[in-house]
């Protein structure tokens, strides 16, 4: 694969169908590899890749009945980029399936090659930044490979408010973005081990496509806490004029946190309390000191954090590899191995996303407006 300095970007529409086929047709190649490297990756941990698109299937058949619009984007991807659907079914319930793995694994206590890491996120209000903004940001640790194989994805529109996210081609429901009323979303793995006792509910990436379609900062919350869920994960909803909430949620719990000082960080185990056993740190023990340490870098700005600031403390290296700034580490399986695939700043007020499209440390931050 030819590196790129600068992650690309893709403008789509109003109609669903033709917003997937767009990003199929344009993205084809990068879809085929992110299917290969999740097979891959399952495999790795004794899911055959038979067994995985059977499940998608049963996947597809929950999205269709849980958002017709998402569903019907998914038929699109998957003409676009000459894909299955349970091919595309499988990149959009990957978390799922994922999580579900790195759970089992951390049961078996397989620390030596199950290692996985699932960002670091943080949120400042506007009373300590240098701007007056409010802000998110992540540092998004996944799969080595799918580094390279993300896109950003900008919808413009008049039925629901245009958006701009960051995303994995293949995949509908971009993670990072925010929206043009500035209803901006950051988020983390969990893994609790209750996770599973809720099947095909309605999955992870389809509640952040929804958040971002909100027309109002209440209704970004419900995609999150109005239906129980299959698997854990924490997701940090910030809104411009200064309001952010944490809200981590296990299959029939939420608890919430708000932002201390005017910040509020997380990683991959969970704070709050009636979410089960916590299982991430069991296999990714980094996810301890990540979030603390996120903080502590921060609040060197006292009470004018700048971008410079921000992205020193997401290039931060201590306990390389396993660090904030993650990167590949060569003791573990190619198919195991995680890093910083890319990296979000996104300013509220000015309905921007900033994007870097690997480690920050080597990677410049790139402005992408929602309009």
Not at 16 to 32: N, S
Not at 177 to 194: D, F, M, P, W, Y
Request: aromatic fraction near 6%; proline fraction near 5%.
């Amino acid at each position: 694969m030819t590196s790129r300095k600068h992650m690309p970007a893709i403008t789509v529409g109003e109609d669903p169908f033709e917003r997937g086929l767009k990003h199929g047709q344009q993205f084809a190649a990068d879809v085929a590899a992110n299917v290969e490297t999740y097979l891959l990756r399952f495999e790795a941990s004794g899911l055959p890749r038979a067994e995985a698109l059977e499940e998608a299937l049963r996947w597809q058949r929950a999205m269709e009945s849980q958002n017709a619009e998402y569903a019907e984007e998914m038929l699109g991807l998957a003409k676009g980029s000459e894909q299955s659907a349970a091919a595309i079914a499988l990149l959009n319930a990957r978390y799922e399936i994922a999580f579900m793995i790195f759970g089992k694994d951390a049961r078996k206590q397989e620390q030596a090659t199950s290692e996985t890491d699932g960002c670091t996120t943080f949120g400042l209000l506007s009373d300590v930044t240098a701007d007056g903004h409010t802000w998110l940001g992540q540092n998004w640790d996944w799969i080595a490979g799918v580094h390279q194989r993300t896109l950003v994805l900008r919808i413009q529109r008049k039925n629901k408010p245009s958006l701009v996210c960051m995303t994995e081609a293949g995949i509908v429901g971009g993670k990072m973005g925010v929206n043009e009323l500035g209803i901006g979303l950051v988020e983390n793995g969990l893994a609790s081990h209750l996770d599973g006792c809720n099947p095909y509910q309605k999955p992870f990436h389809m509640r952040c496509r929804e958040v971002l379609d909100a027309d109002c900062y209440a209704n970004a919350l419900s995609p999150i806490v109005a239906t129980k869920r299959t698997c854990s994960a924490n997701f940090v909803i910030g809104g411009a004029q200064g309001e952010i909430i944490d809200l981590e949620t296990s299959p029939n719990h939420v608890s919430y946190l708000l932002p201390q000082q005017g910040i509020v960080t997380h990683s991959n185990h969970f704070l709050g309390n009636g979410h089960g056993d916590s299982q991430m740190e069991k296999v990714s023990p980094g996810t301890l000191f990540r979030a603390a340490r996120m903080r502590r870098l921060l609040e060197k700005g006292g009470r004018a954090i700048d971008v410079a600031t921000m992205t020193a403390a997401m290039s931060d290296h201590f306990s390389f590899p396993h660090a904030l700034c993650r990167h590949p580490d060569p003791k573990q399986a190619p198919a195991k191995q995680t890093m910083t695939t890319g990296a979000v700043l996104i300013d509220l007020e000015l309905r921007t996303m900033h994007v870097a499209d690997g480690p920050p440390c080597e990677f410049s931050f790139v402005a992408h407006p929602v309009s």
